[in-house]
């Protein structure tokens, strides 16, 4: 449990700590969709500009394969063999 969490987990009004992990957790889920939209949009980059998936998997320590679902997963019209 990380410090923050376990700050919350203390507090005495156990309503005003639902009430901040609620608004905690909207805030990492806006992050987490902000964060994967700008991976999707890197990867596409990258291979616009004529990396293969491997070489991108390779060099962002991700497999090849999980390269491929991020590019597919943000070009639904695209060949899905398209590389």
Known sequence: MTDSVQDLAELEDRFEAVRLATLRI???RQEANELADLRSR???ELHDEGW????IGKKAGLSRGRIHQIHAS???AKHPADE
């Not at 293969?52 to 070489?55: E, R």
């Open 74 to 76: 943000s070009n639904p």
């Open 42 to 44: 890197l990867v596409n």
């Open 26 to 28: 909207e805030q990492a």
């Open 52 to 55: 293969s998936f491997s070489d």
